[in-house]
């Protein structure tokens, strides 16, 4: 099951109380306080993870609590610190906070018309890469502390803060160099099984591909670049009609996005309004997104009417790069992997 985007509940451990004690030893008259600080409250930490490229784990366990400081002790004994919980996200996660503060909360805003507000706070991009989620709670000070010239006998101590806690809203958005884009069954799926090792399902029917799948085109020299096929889009993507808003949010992050384009029109469609559309749903979507570089890659050139629905397109898009290939028949794949590797390749170790 390939999760992409959930809510989670975050709790930071409390801070430890300090307490009130005395030092009581045998030939120690009035030994004075020794009332020990209470420990830290565990921290939540984020971090980027390689090895997991979705956030199913969230689905089965969505909430991370991590551990309280321990109170204080007496001779000046400090409690100890709660663990802190780390829990891991793929590369390419955006974390948003919440103005609900518990689970409650959250199913409540939903129920209600006021909706929940979601604040941006983090975007993880980088391997290993840290972020501080929630901090553990401040501990308590003992008595020890509070002990001067004029009070040799303090009562005082401090209690543990609370630790920080929020519903978080956690989104993956795939990062790859280049996004294919294009209509169900225009052939995303196929072309990227031939440019890469990735081994997308491939069918005749729409909406074979469910969710994004990377793959990694090499070139001489140890060169690289990775190619995203997002699942087709349907007109009204942008409304989140189909899976819309599922799969447009995985080439925010592209360098370039490749229109695979059914050229020979072979499920009744125009290859020219199928890119009009296409770019329209990118544009009402996100308008920084339609000012991605782009390129059209004519798919199906095998098949009948191809050719001259080509002329067509070309008359009509003349300063838009077109390159025609066919997927199925492994023709002109050369020339759009020297597009991709004069372009958007790179040498992983730089």
């Known amino acids: 099951m390939f999760i992409d985007h959930i809510r989670i509940f975050a709790k930071a451990g409390d801070g430890g109380n300090g307490v009130v004690s005395w030092r009581r030893e045998k030939f120690v008259p009035r030994g004075g306080p020794d009332g020990g600080d209470g420990g830290m409250g565990g921290d939540i930490v984020l971090v980027v993870d390689n090895s997991v490229d979705n956030l199913r784990a969230y689905h089965y366990d969505p909430k991370l609590v991590a551990e309280d400081g321990k109170n204080g002790a007496g001779g000046r004994k400090t409690g100890k610190s709660g663990k802190r919980v780390i829990g891991k996200v793929p590369p390419g996660t955006v974390v948003y906070r919440s103005n609900a503060v518990t689970i409650q909360e959250a199913v ?20 290993g890469q840290e972020f501080l989620l929630c901090k553990g709670g401040e501990p ?6 509070f002990k001067t010239a004029t009070n040799r006998t303090p009562v005082e101590h401090t209690l543990g803060t609370p630790g920080d806690q ?7 958005r795939r990062i790859a160099d280049a996004g294919l884009v294009g209509f169900p069954n225009a052939g995303k799926s196929t072309l990227l099984g031939k440019l890469s090792h990735a081994k997308p399902k491939v069918a005749s029917y729409p909406f074979t591909t469910l969710q994004p799948v990377v793959g990694v085109v090499e070139f ?14 349907i007109e009204g993507a942008h409304e989140n009609r189909g899976l819309g808003h599922e799969f ?13 384009i059914d050229m020979a029109g072979s499920e009744g469609r125009d290859p020219v309004s199928d890119l009009e559309i296409l770019r329209r749903e990118i544009k009402e979507y996100d308008d920084e997104l339609a000012r991605f570089p782009w390129k059209i890659i004519a798919n199906k050139m095998d098949l009948e009417g191809a050719a001259e629905n080509l002329e067509v397109f070309r008359s009509r898009f003349p300063k838009v790069d077109i390159i025609p290939i066919s997927a199925d028949a492994e023709t002109g794949l050369d020339d759009l992997r020297q597009v991709l590797d004069n372009e958007i390749a790179y040498r992983p170790d730089k």
Do not use: K, M
């Open 248 to 260: 447009l949010r995985h080439i925010t992050r592209c360098r370039v996005l490749l229109f695979v």
């Open 108 to 127: 409540d805003f939903e129920r209600s018309d006021e909706g929940i507000d979601l604040e941006p706070i983090a975007d993880l991009t980088e391997i």
């Open 220 to 233: 001489p020299g140890f060169r690289r670049c990775t190619v995203a096929d997002i699942p087709g889009l």
């Open 140 to 145: 308590g000070q003992g008595n020890w502390n």
């Open 166 to 172: 929020s519903v978080f809203y956690l989104e993956l």
